[in-house]
Every structure is written in C-alpha cells, then in structure tokens.
C-alpha cells in the first residue's frame, strides 16, 4: 500500500511541477524543461531516501528494495519524460 502512496504522490508532484512550469513559460521558455529536468531530480532524491529507510529501518536487502525503487521513481519519471516529450 506504501507504494501505492508514492506512486500517487510521484504524480501529485509531476503535477505541480508541469503547472509551475507552464506558468512560467511565458516569460522563460524553457521553463517546462527545466521544471521536468527539477521533478526527476527531486523524485530520485525521494526515492532514494524511501529506499534507504526501506532498507536501514524496515530490515529489508537492497535486492529487496530495489524492484519498488525501479517502480516508485521509474514511473512517475517516464510519465513526466512522455509529458514533456509529446505535450509540452
């Protein structure tokens, strides 16, 4: 269910990523780039640091964790890539 959680949240923040980014873009055209390029970094950072827990606090082997890290960053990222590939 946790990864369910930060699958959504993954997707919340791509949300507010590509709105901030299309506000901006009429002053900065490549705002949308660089909102897209800021969510994939940030979203690796969180990942990363769930995985981490995962690992340091929940008892789990990183062979364990590292197919719902592949999954919680993975997705979120190629939608954001796709997004900003065929819309923006």
Same mark, same amino acid.
Do not use: E, S
């Given at each position: 269910?946790?990864?369910?959680?930060? #699958?959504v949240a993954g997707l919340f #923040? #791509? +949300?507010?990523a #590509?709105?901030? +980014?299309?506000?901006f873009s009429a002053h900065y055209p490549g705002?949308?780039?660089v909102a897209t390029v800021a969510f994939v970094a940030? *979203?690796?950072?969180?990942a990363g640091i769930?995985? *981490?827990? +995962?690992?340091?606090?929940?008892g789990y082997a990183v062979t364990e964790e590292l197919p719902i890290f592949l999954l919680i960053f993975g997705v979120p990222a190629a939608v954001a890539i796709l997004l900003k590939w065929k819309v923006f």
């Open positions: 269910m946790r990864t369910v959680f930060f #699958l #923040l #791509l +949300g507010a #590509l709105l901030l +980014g299309k506000l705002a949308a780039f940030l *979203w690796l950072i969180i769930n995985m *981490w827990v +995962g690992v340091a606090r929940a």
